[in-house]
């Protein structure tokens, strides 16, 4: 019955991690490298967020960002690579001290 359970649990995640990368290729098109922005395009963009860049990769279709923000919480922010269009954004949660 365990086991039963903890099979349909991985399927479960197994397909809600397939619909993840779904949609996001549909936020990142493939498209040659030559219709790109550049990747500066990816920086300002971060920075006119008001975050302070450390990181930028390439990603399939996508630039991705990490940054901090002002208080210096970690950004994770991913931007279509053809407009500039801020795909997804994911900010660290802070954790009270005690």
């Not at 922005?37 to 279709?61: C, F, L, N, Q, S």
Request: charged share 30%; hydrophobic share 45%.
């Amino acid at each position: 019955m365990k086991s039963r359970f903890i099979a349909s649990a991985l399927i479960g995640l197994m397909f809600a991690s397939l619909g993840g990368l779904a949609l996001a290729s549909e936020d990142c098109p493939r498209v040659p490298r030559e219709q790109w922005k550049p990747e500066a395009d990816a920086r300002a963009a971060t920075e006119a967020m008001g975050y302070r860049v450390a990181h930028i990769r390439a990603g399939e279709g996508c630039y991705e960002v990490w940054a901090t923000d002002k208080r210096g919480r970690a950004v994770y922010a991913r931007f279509a690579a053809t407009d500039m269009k801020l795909v997804s954004r994911v900010i660290e949660r802070e954790v009270a001290m005690r």
